[in-house]
């Protein structure tokens, strides 16, 4: 148990409050203006300890800092390079400097918001929701260990702005091929895009012994991103590798390009050997890429945008929902459906003529039971007057 006393200050008497926290340390909070004061806060304390909701205070004051650099270590061991490195710029440019010094003791939820409206002033949705994300993960650590009760960066309405997709772009069987010819030695590879799904980094570590030649299939194994200059090789992206199906004439093209290769060798290399790097689409660029795609007259098109043109064609050429998710490597049947909405309108279609007919055919079958004068009106609303 612990115990009330008195003390003098310059304002007057006061009291303090000494009490065991769980750990069996001591410790005391003063400052207390009555005796019913310290009285009572000193059975909150035997209350949270007893029912084994007690927070020490102190470990409130430790500042946003301290606890950056633990998340983000346990953040760097288990996502890919390209997935970590947005949220360390994130941390180093916009959480650290507002949020570093700060204890998260004294961090409001009101003055979160402030600062997400803040960069909802000078920044894109993706950034916003990116850095806002990383302050309220922490702190979401911070209640986990047992720093703070509640995390001041979730709950009520945050004002994160909501991303708008922009509208994909689907080549057609011609355009791709009209793209894959001005592209010139790198036909192959803008195919191999088109028609399978892989991402770039998946396509830049394929090796010749990922390419199944008999069962015209590819297995996605491996992972080669440019992160800050530098190609980082790992799994695939969620650690998730795949079979993906190649058409017939795709299957021929690579047997003819790996022949004279061995096992090992990257299928689509540097001139050096190495791995590409991801080739530059942005405006002003002259890239290959670029240069094919404004021959072509699609001059916004983006290398990942080949992904959605492959799954234009799938569903063009019947693949459902299931498939076309393990194709690209999807987490689930919704995330594709929810990227790809707009390609299954003709399922949508298809139930609506299917409810017309089965509903006239059932009608029909009515009619024919019911006797001469009482009949179904034609649209089957009612009977016949």
Do not use: C
């Amino acid at each position: 148990m612990g115990s009330v006393s008195s003390y003098q200050t310059a304002s007057g008497k006061r009291y303090r409050v000494r009490y065991f926290k769980p750990d069996h340390t001591h410790t005391d909070k003063r400052g207390f203006r009555t005796k019913r004061e310290a009285e009572l806060f000193l059975a909150t304390v035997e209350t949270a300890k007893a029912a084994g909701t007690y927070l020490d205070p102190t470990l409130g004051r430790v500042k946003v800092n301290d606890l950056g650099p633990t998340w983000l270590a346990a953040k760097r061991a288990t996502l890919e390079p390209s997935s970590f490195a947005p949220l360390e710029v994130a941390w180093r440019l916009r959480v650290q400097p507002r949020w570093g010094r700060v204890a998260i003791a004294d961090i409001s939820h009101s003055a979160v918001k402030t600062w997400v409206a803040e960069l909802n002033e000078r920044s894109g949705a993706t950034v916003v929701i990116r850095t806002y994300g990383v302050l309220a993960s922490i702190l979401d650590d911070a209640v986990l260990d047992r720093r703070l009760p509640l995390n001041p960066a979730r709950g009520g309405r945050m004002g994160l702005p909501k991303k708008t997709p922009g509208r994909h772009i689907y080549l057609s069987h011609a355009q791709v091929e009209a793209l894959a010819q001005a592209a010139g030695k790198h036909g192959t590879l803008i195919r191999v895009l088109a028609y399978t799904g892989l991402r770039w980094g998946e396509v830049a570590g394929l090796r010749v012994e990922n390419v199944d030649l008999q069962k015209s299939r590819i297995w996605v194994s491996e992972n080669a991103v440019e992160v800050g200059g530098t190609i980082h090789v790992g799994t695939p992206k969620s650690h998730k590798v795949r079979y993906v199906p190649m058409p017939r004439f795709l299957r021929d093209e690579l047997a003819i390009r790996m022949a004279a290769m061995k096992w090992g060798q990257l299928v689509f290399p540097t001139d050096s050997g190495g791995h590409m790097k991801r080739v530059r689409t942005s405006h002003g660029s002259k890239s290959w890429f670029k240069t094919a795609a404004i021959d072509i007259g699609v001059p916004t098109l983006k290398i990942h945008g080949l992904r959605h043109t492959t799954a234009s064609l799938a569903v063009q050429a019947g693949a459902n929902v299931k498939a076309l998710q393990r194709m690209l490597g999807h987490a689930s049947a919704a995330m594709t459906l929810d990227t790809y909405a707009d390609l299954f309108d003709d399922d949508i279609d298809a139930v609506s003529r299917a409810l017309d007919h089965r509903r006239a055919m059932q009608l029909r079958d009515l009619r024919q039971t019911l006797p001469p004068h009482a009949g179904l009106d034609e649209g089957g609303v009612g009977p016949l007057r």
